[in-house]
């Protein structure tokens, strides 16, 4: 038979109430008692009934994070971030992926408030209005990271994704490169891609660089989105000699299209990446990218929120992490 609170307030000589302020972090105890109630924890192996503990406190100790796309290497390293802060605090994570699916956004939100959960860690494909509303609806404590809201109503940890995508353009047109093609998502997306593309534009116009509709391809940030994007640029245009992408699987895509047509990375187009995911590191050639501190964006976003859910003061409400351009093989050296 499991062990009962009963039995760890024998087993530690002190009272029910006691081992119930030790279980709810309550500082009146001292730590001479909280050790012996410790103890008796661990000996007992005793775990507490969370459904009665959540009905008489409100709190689960459990956070909820969303992710559009858990096959993406970029999401899996901020979970591990945000996952390795909660552990730290003794709250657990329900993990949901809405596949890019802006209505499986709004129905998981919806679950996870039926869930009880204490608050939610939030990353979308697309903040948009009727995603806000449900936020605002559902009066859970969130914090978004890697994207941010038309209003900034929310917390959030990004970096700043237009001034990381301009560093990027603009090491490309250092390297000699004038026709640049861009791959990535529309800026009408209300998500931190979108703001790439205007990173890329505001880059040309101050190097003096016109601005070709042709060298653009509006699309998804996965691997085939690049392939096919690069596929319908270069049938347009034959004497691109760069690609900025929007992601690094996108780049991996644009050099496959690029290899195919015998074409060569970096000798004849330069290729530029976005995220700096692990496979990054050893795609063949390795790419040149820019680096989102993934881990530290999870785990900062998961500190923000468990202040949050505990009603304590929150030092900011908006972080914007530093980026990197990391320079390897897939761009000839400025």
Avoid: W
Wanted: aromatic residues 6%; hydrophobic residues 40%.
């Amino acid at each position: 038979m499991a062990a009962s609170i009963k039995d760890v307030a024998k087993e530690a000589g002190v009272s029910i109430a006691t081992v119930s302020r030790v279980l709810n972090d309550v500082d009146v105890v001292n730590e001479e008692t909280k050790k012996k109630v410790i103890e008796a924890i661990k000996k007992l192996d005793y775990r507490p009934n969370i459904v009665a503990r959540s009905l008489k406190t409100q709190k689960t100790r459990t956070i909820g994070i969303v992710v559009p796309d858990i096959s993406n290497q970029f999401y899996p390293e901020i979970v591990r971030g945000a996952e390795d802060v909660a552990n730290i605090y003794n709250y657990n994570v329900i993990l949901c992926n809405t596949d890019l699916d802006s209505e499986k956004e709004v129905e998981y939100l919806k679950v996870l408030r039926e869930k009880m959960v204490d608050g939610v860690i939030y990353m979308s494909n697309s903040m948009e209005d009727e995603i806000i509303d449900t936020l605002n609806n559902l009066k859970l404590p969130t914090v978004l990271v890697e994207t941010n809201s038309k209003n900034n109503e929310f917390p959030s940890v990004t970096i700043d994704n237009e001034k990381a995508a301009y560093d990027a353009t603009t090491y490309l047109i250092k390297n000699g490169n004038k026709k640049i093609a861009y791959i990535g998502v529309n800026p009408d997306s209300a998500n931190a891609s979108g703001l790439r593309f205007l990173g890329y534009k505001k880059a040309l116009e101050d190097n003096g660089i016109k601005y070709d509709e042709k060298l653009i391809q509006f699309g998804g940030l996965k691997a085939a989105d690049g392939r096919d994007g690069m596929e319908v640029i270069i049938n347009k245009v034959k004497d691109i000699d760069a690609a900025f992408c929007c992601s690094d699987e996108i780049a991996m895509g644009v050099i496959n299209t690029l290899r195919d047509k015998g074409i060569k990375v970096p000798e004849q187009v330069d290729v530029m990446g976005f995220d700096n995911i692990y496979a990054a590191s050893i795609y063949y050639p390795k790419l040149t990218t820019i680096e989102e501190p993934m881990y530290d964006m999870g785990s900062v976003g998961m500190r923000m929120l468990i202040k949050l859910v505990n009603k304590k003061e929150i030092e900011q409400k908006h972080y914007v992490l530093d980026h990197k351009l990391i320079e390897r093989d897939s761009s000839k050296r400025s």
